[in-house]
């Protein structure tokens, strides 16, 4: 299944947190950051492919071909930068 984000909507894939913590924590708070996959079309300040910053818990989770993806507006977007 294919997700083509409408309007102000960009679609992003949570990345992992490169950093290994000492103590086991049984309920991991989400990465806040991630990589836009797609973007839709009134979205004008972010373009796919680059890295963004968000609030822990923005946007809505959706599932697509076994992975779990992130639906983001874009004034959640906190920040980016291009990789």
Known sequence: MTIKP?????LVRR?????????????PKPEPYGIVLRVGPAVRH???GEKVY?????????ESNGETLLLLSEPEILGYYTP
């Not at 409408?6 to 960009?10: N, Q, T, W």
């Not at 968000?54 to 959706?62: P, V, W």
Request: glycine share 4%; proline share 3%; hydrophobic share 40%.
């Open 46 to 48: 972010i373009a796919t």
């Open 54 to 62: 968000f609030n822990r818990y923005s946007g809505i989770e959706l």
């Open 15 to 27: 990345l992992e947190s490169q950093s290994a913590s000492i103590i086991e924590n049984p309920n």
């Open 6 to 10: 409408i309007r102000d909507l960009i």
